[in-house]
C-alpha cells in the first residue's frame, strides 16, 4: 500500500488562517469529485471558520470522560474505517486526552499516512520542538505541545499561511480571533507587535531552509552540479595565515549587499592530517566567522583547489573569495598557485582575488611548527654510529674476512648508512655516507691505498652509493621525524579534544581547568593571575597545585594573555613546541573567567530589574491600591463625625460596614505585602509536619460566602507534609482569587486526591473555576508579583496573592500549577507529598492502573 502525502499549512502564530485555509483547500478538492472528510477541526468560536465546516463530511469526535469531564478527540478508528481520500487533522502538535492509542496527535498522522490516506495539517513555528527556545525567549512563554522538527520535515508539502503582524493585530482587535474578553490581553502580551515580526521571521527562514533542502535534493536527483543562483552563498578559502581576518570581513561586506546571503568559510586540511596552521590561528577565525553570521568548515583533501571547488559546488556556492598569493617570485615558476587554479577551474561560480598585505612575500613557516628534535642520546648515538661505525667496519672487513669484494662492501656500507640515519637523523647518516665512500676508495676500490679509481665503473658505483645512501638516510630521517611529529599532534588533539568536551559539557570551574593543565603538562602548580591596571599589583584568580606563583616572573613557565591576565606554571619549564598548546588552555581560562563574571553581572541585573520592577510596582499599590480603602475609611469617619447631619441606622450601619471592609482590604494588601516581602527576602522557614487537609482547607475557606465554594475534600486522605499556617494561606488566596473570577451563581469546586506516583505519594487539592480562563502562553505570568490578568480592575488587589501562595507552596517542598479546566475556566493544582507512613492509603495513579 502506497503511503500518504502529507501538506502541512505552517503559520506564524493563532488567528492567521491556517484552519481557514485547510477548510478552502478541502472545499477546492471536493469540488473536484475528491473524497475528503473532516477528521477534526476546531473552528475556535470562530464564525467564519465554522461556515467553511458546512458542506464537508465531518467524522465524529471520540468522546472520552477524564476526572468527570468529557473530553473529544479525533476518532483514529473511525477515519481509518471511512478510508477517505484526503482527511483534514487541525493542530498537528496538540496532546491528545489519555486512553487513546497514541498521546500526541503527529503519531495519529502517521498511522493516517501509514495506511494510505492522505491529511491536510496545521501547525504554528512555536509548535517546533527544536525553536521552543528561541520563542521562550521571544514571547517569554515555554510551548508545552510540541512536534518533532523531523515529522514537519518529512511532509511532502510545507505551505506557508502567512499573515502582517499589523493586519493580524486588526483582526485580534476586531473579535475575529478571541472572545471580547480576551482581546485587550492578547493584544498587551503575546501579540506584541515585535513578538509577531519575530515568529514570522522564524516561520519564513524556517521554511525557506525547508525550500533550499528540496532544491538541494531535487539537483542531487537529477545530477545537476551547475550552479544555480537561488541565493548567494560566499565561500571563503582559509589557509589559517594572517590574510584570514582580510578576507572574512571583505566577504561579509559582500553578502551584506543581498538579503538572505550566507557566509561560509572552510579550511582545506592535507589529507595526511600532519601539516597544518596551529589551531589556535584557525580558531580565533572560526570565532571571527561565527561573529559576522556566518559558518566555518574544514574538509580533507589531498589538492587544495579541488577540495575547495568541490565543497563551493557542494553547498551551491556562488561566489568564491580567496586570497592573492603569499608565494614569492620563485616559488610561483613553479606551477600557478591555488587561487590561480580555482579561477580557472571554477566555471559558473565568481572568484573573488582579495589582496592583502602578505601577497608575494613568500609563505614563511608556519609559527608553532619547530623543527622536530629525535633527542639527545639519539643524536649523540647517530653521530658515534656514523662517525665510528664505518671505521669499526672497515677493520672488520680488512683484518677478519680479507678481501670481501667492492659489491659486498658497498651493501654492507649503505646499510650502515641507513642505521645512521635511523638513529640520529639526515646529518649522521650523510657523514657516515662520505666517510663510508671515502673508505670504499681506499680500501675496496682498485688500486687500494689511493684515491685514485682507475675503473671509471667503480667510479660511478661510488658516486651512486654516495647519492643513494644520502636519498635513503633523508627519507628515512624524514620518516622518523613524520612519525614523532604524529604522535605529538596526536597527544595535543586528544588533549584539545578534552578541552573542547569539557566546553561542551559546560564546566565552567578555573580549578578544574587549572588542575587539568597540571595533569597534560605534568607540572607542579598552575595559576591564572590577573592586575587590575597595566602596572598594577597581581593577584590570584585562581590556582591548583602546591605553592603557586603569585607573580608572572615567579613562575617557570608564564604564558600572558593581554596585559592584564597571565597563566603562570611552577615546577618546570616548558619547551617551545608545548606552549603552542598552553595557548588554548589559557584562552579557554580566561573564557571562563569572563562567563563567570558574566553570570555575576547579569545575576546581579536581574536582581537589580527586578527590585526596581518590584519597588515600581508597590509604589503604584501605595498610591492607588492601598489609598482608595483608605479614602473610602477617612470619607466613612468623617461622614459620621458629621454634626451638621443626622444619619439613620441603616445610614450608619452602611458607613460602619464600608469602614470594616475597607480594614479588611487593607489587612489583606498588607498581608500579602508583608508575605511577599518575607518571600523576596528568603526569611520564610516552613515548620513541617503532618497535617490533614480536611482540618486546613475548612478554615481557609472562612473569609469566602459559603455558598461560593463547593469542597469535595475526604477524611480518608493521606496526611501532607506542610506548614499548617502557610498551607491555609496559599490555600485561602488561591480560592480568593478562584471566586473573584468565576461567574455569580457557579460555586468554586475544591477537590483533593491522592496519586501513586514513581517519584513518591503525592496529594493534589484542586481548585476550579469556570471563569474566563487563561491562555497556555500566560499561564506562568499570572503567579509573578504585581500581574494581574486579563481586564481585572484596579482596586480588586495588588496582584500578589497567586505570587505568595507558589512562594509558600514551593517553600513547602510542593508545586502550584495552572491548568484548564475541563468544559472551560482555570484550575490551580496544589500539589504536596504524602507523609511517610501514609503511602497506604493512596490509590495508584491512572498511569500505573493501566
Excluded at 576 to 588: I, K, M, S, W
Excluded at 791 to 819: I, K, Q
Aim: charged content about 25%; proline content about 6%.
Amino acid at each position: 500500500m502506497a503511503r500518504g502525502r502529507l501538506r502541512i499549512l505552517l503559520g506564524a502564530a493563532p488567528g492567521v488562517g491556517k484552519t481557514y485555509a485547510m477548510l478552502a483547500e478541502a472545499h477546492r478538492r471536493a469540488s473536484r469529485g475528491t473524497d475528503v472528510v473532516v477528521g477534526f477541526a476546531e473552528d475556535h468560536g470562530r464564525a467564519r471558520t465554522a461556515e467553511l465546516l458546512e458542506g464537508l463530511e465531518v467524522v465524529p469526535r471520540r468522546r472520552t470522560e477524564y476526572r468527570g469531564t468529557v473530553l473529544t478527540e479525533m476518532d483514529l478508528d473511525a477515519v481509518l474505517a471511512r478510508r477517505p481520500r484526503v482527511a483534514l487533522v487541525d493542530e498537528l502538535a496538540h496532546t491528545n486526552a489519555p486512553g487513546g492509542r497514541h498521546a500526541k496527535r503527529w503519531q495519529d498522522v502517521e498511522e493516517l499516512l501509514a495506511a494510505g490516506i492522505d491529511v491536510v495539517s496545521t501547525v504554528n513555528v512555536q509548535h517546533l520542538e527544536s525553536l521552543g527556545d528561541v520563542v521562550e525567549g521571544i514571547t517569554g512563554v515555554r510551548q508545552r505541545e510540541t512536534v518533532p522538527d523531523e515529522v514537519v520535515r518529512r511532509a511532502d508539502q510545507i505551505e506557508l499561511v502567512d499573515m502582517a503582524p499589523e493586519a493580524l493585530r486588526r483582526r485580534i482587535a476586531h473579535g475575529n480571533v478571541y472572545a471580547p474578553d480576551r482581546v485587550d490581553a492578547a493584544l498587551s502580551h503575546y501579540f506584541r507587535p515585535g513578538n509577531l515580526t519575530a515568529l514570522r521571521e522564524l516561520a519564513l527562514l524556517w521554511t525557506a531552509d525547508r525550500v533550499d533542502e528540496y532544491l538541494q535534493r531535487y539537483r542531487t536527483e537529477h545530477g545537476i552540479e551547475a550552479t544555480w543562483p537561488a541565493r548567494e552563498r560566499i565561500v571563503v578559502g582559509l589557509t589559517g595565515g594572517p590574510e584570514g581576518a582580510t578576507l572574512l570581513r571583505r566577504a561579509a561586506r559582500i553578502a551584506a549587499r543581498g538579503s538572505g546571503s550566507e557566509l561560509l568559510a572552510v579550511h582545506v586540511r592535507r589529507s595526511d592530517g600532519l601539516a597544518g596552521p596551529p589551531p589556535e590561528h584557525l580558531a580565533a577565525q572560526r570565532q571571527l566567522v561565527e561573529d559576522l553570521g556566518g559558518t566555518f568548515h574544514t574538509v580533507a583533501g589531498g589538492d587544495t583547489a579541488t577540495a575547495l571547488l568541490d565543497f563551493a559546488r557542494g553547498v551551491n556556492a556562488t561566489q568564491v573569495v580567496l586570497g592573492s598569493s603569499r608565494r614569492g617570485t620563485l616559488q610561483s615558476l613553479l606551477g600557478p598557485g591555488v587561487g590561480a587554479t580555482v579561477a580557472r577551474e571554477s566555471g559558473d561560480i565568481d572568484v573573488h582575488i582579495v589582496t592583502h598585505e602578505h601577497a608575494a612575500r613568500g609563505r614563511p613557516a608556519l609559527p608553532g611548527r619547530l623543527p622536530v628534535k629525535l633527542g639527545r642520546v639519539r643524536a649523540v648515538s647517530g653521530w658515534l654510529l656514523g662517525c665510528g661505525g664505518p671505521l669499526l667496519l672497515t677493520l672488520l672487513l680488512t683484518r677478519v674476512t680479507g678481501d670481501p669484494g667492492l659489491p659486498t662492501a658497498l651493501l654492507l656500507f649503505l646499510t650502515l648508512t641507513v642505521g645512521a640515519a635511523l638513529v640520529g637523523g639526515v646529518f649522521p647518516a650523510i657523514a657516515a655516507a662520505v666517510l663510508s665512500s671515502l673508505l670504499l676508495n681506499w680500501f675496496f676500490t682498485p688500486p687500494a691505498h689511493t684515491l685514485t679509481v682507475s675503473d671509471p665503473k667503480n667510479l660511478l658505483a661510488l658516486l651512486v652509493f654516495v647519492g643513494v645512501g644520502t636519498a635513503v638516510a633523508s627519507v628515512v630521517d624524514l620518516a622518523a621525524r613524520r612519525a614523532q611529529q604524529a604522535a605529538r599532534s596526536r597527544a595535543e588533539a586528544e588533549a584539545l579534544g578534552r578541552l573542547a568536551g569539557a566546553v561542551l559539557r559546560g564546566e565552567d570551574s578555573l580549578a578544574a581547568l587549572l588542575q587539568r593543565v597540571r595533569e597534560d603538562f605534568q607540572v607542579e602548580s598552575a595559576a591564572l593571575l590577573e592586575r587590575t591596571g597595566d602596572r598594577g599589583p597581581w593577584h590570584r584568580t585562581a590556582s591548583a597545585g602546591p605553592d603557586p606563583a603569585g607573580r608572572p616572573e615567579d613562575a617557570a613557565t608564564e604564558v600572558p594573555v593581554g596585559d592584564r591576565l597571565s597563566l603562570a606554571l611552577g615546577g618546570r619549564v616548558l619547551p617551545a613546541d608545548d606552549r603552542r598548546l598552553l595557548g588554548a588552555y589559557a584562552a579557554q581560562a580566561v573564557a571562563l573567567l569572563e562567563r563567570r563574571r558574566l553570570a555575576e553581572q547579569a545575576a546581579g541585573a536581574r536582581r537589580l530589574a527586578e527590585g526596581n520592577r518590584i519597588r515600581t510596582a508597590l509604589l503604584a499599590a501605595v498610591s492607588h491600591d492601598l489609598r482608595t480603602p483608605l479614602a473610602g475609611i477617612k470619607a466613612a469617619v468623617t461622614s459620621l463625625r458629621s454634626q451638621e447631619v443626622r444619619w439613620s441606622p441603616e445610614d450608619e450601619a452602611e458607613l460602619l460596614a464600608g469602614i470594616e471592609d475597607g480594614a479588611d482590604r487593607l489587612d489583606h494588601l498588607i498581608g500579602n505585602l508583608l508575605d511577599m516581602s518575607r518571600l523576596q527576602t528568603g526569611t520564610v522557614a516552613p515548620l513541617l509536619r503532618e497535617v490533614d487537609l480536611d482540618e486546613v482547607v475548612p478554615v481557609a475557606l472562612g473569609g469566602v460566602p459559603a455558598d461560593a465554594v463547593r469542597l469535595e475534600v475526604g477524611e480518608d486522605l493521606p496526611m501532607v507534609l506542610a506548614d499548617a499556617g502557610l498551607l491555609e494561606r496559599a490555600v485561602a488566596n488561591v480560592v480568593e482569587n478562584a471566586v473573584k473570577y468565576s461567574p455569580p451563581g457557579t460555586p468554586v469546586v475544591v477537590r483533593a486526591d491522592a496519586l501513586r506516583l514513581p517519584g513518591g505519594d503525592r496529594v493534589e487539592l484542586r481548585v476550579a473555576d469556570r471563569g474566563p480562563g487563561v491562555p497556555d502562553d500566560a499561564k506562568d505570568r499570572i503567579f509573578e508579583p504585581f500581574q494581574r490578568y486579563g481586564d481585572a480592575p484596579r482596586g480588586s488587589g495588588v496582584g500578589l496573592g497567586l505570587a505568595v501562595a507558589r512562594g509558600f507552596v514551593e517553600a513547602m517542598g510542593g508545586r502550584l500549577t495552572a491548568e484548564d479546566t475541563p468544559g472551560g475556566g482555570m484550575t490551580m493544582v496544589v500539589a504536596l507529598p504524602a507523609a511517610v507512613g501514609a503511602a497506604a492509603g493512596v490509590p495508584p495513579s491512572p498511569e500505573e492502573a493501566a
